[in-house]
């Protein structure tokens, strides 16, 4: 019996969360449909709660068969990386539709929009106000990230805690940053290709900005549960990786939609 499970490769148990997880995203496809008709936020709510718990569950035993059952050994941990690799790949194919999308309409603006960028009657961001804060707050929170992963490589759990605590502030600011600059935005999304552009690139980063939050929570918590060792931390590896990737797509939104394109 024991042969069976003598090979290098990651076969995962069974496991019901895969499936409450297509439950909980189609509860909360249908809710949000309600919540636009008929203004019911019951089932968008429902929704919204079967995705969490199921991540909370599908997290805790990812992270018990890493931590504690050993299934995660070094060429388990490689194709994790490989995984990790190419997913942020596709992220990265994501947001160059999204830059496609603002730089065909305003490198040629058509008629219809005055012939001009940005748009008539459309009054864009100072980008040496909240944007640029917002740059200052992702580019140093990077920095805090790399504290942190050179603290855990030289087993410094202290350091560890603290930079990984500063990177989860400076997320949270930069999202109460972006909240308050959307209430305050003098355009919204129907305002011409302008609005819709900016807003589906920036609202997007914003989404990934709290994904990469939550994923640093995580590794909070785990690392104050002593999870991670100085060559056994891959769950923070690919947390770390994808925040990196967050500040770089900011930049590029930064430079590109806030001050170019301004």
């Known amino acids: 019996m024991m042969a069976n499970y003598n090979h290098p490769f990651h076969l995962v148990d069974y496991s019901p969360w895969p499936l409450t997880g297509a ?9 949000m449909v309600k919540w636009f008709h008929n203004f019911n936020l019951n089932l968008l709510i429902l929704g919204y709660l079967i995705i969490i718990l199921t991540m909370i569950q599908w997290w805790r035993d990812i992270c018990r068969e890493g931590t504690f059952q050993g299934k995660h050994t070094i060429l ?4 994790l990386r490989w995984g990790m ?17 603002f730089f ?11 012939s001009m960028w940005p748009p008539m009657n459309i009054m864009p961001f100072n980008p040496f106000q909240i944007p640029l804060l917002n740059t200052i707050i992702l580019i140093s929170s990077g920095v805090t990230v790399t504290w942190a992963h050179h603290a855990m490589m030289e087993n410094n759990l202290s350091q560890t805690n603290q930079s990984l605590f500063i990177t989860i502030c400076l997320g949270g600011y930069f999202t109460i940053l972006q909240a308050y600059e959307y209430i ?20 997007f980063h914003g989404l990934h900005v709290i994904i990469g939050t939550i994923f640093l929570i995580v590794c909070f918590y785990r690392s104050l549960n002593n999870h991670f060792s100085s060559n056994h931390h891959f769950g923070f590896e690919a947390a770390a990786w994808y925040w990196h990737f967050v500040d770089v797509v900011w930049l590029f939104l930064y430079i590109s939609i806030y001050w170019w394109g301004n």
């Open 104 to 114: 065909h309409s305003s490198l040629s603006p058509n008629i219809e929009i005055g």
């Open 76 to 79: 388990v941990t490689k194709g």
């Open 85 to 101: 690799i190419l997913f942020i790949v596709s992220e990265v194919f994501f947001f160059i539709s999204f830059f496609w999308a």
């Open 23 to 31: 439950i909980g995203v189609m509860t909360l496809v249908t809710g």
């Open 184 to 203: 305050e935005a003098p355009f919204t999304i129907a305002d011409s290709i302008y609005g819709s552009t900016f807003f589906m690139a920036t609202g």
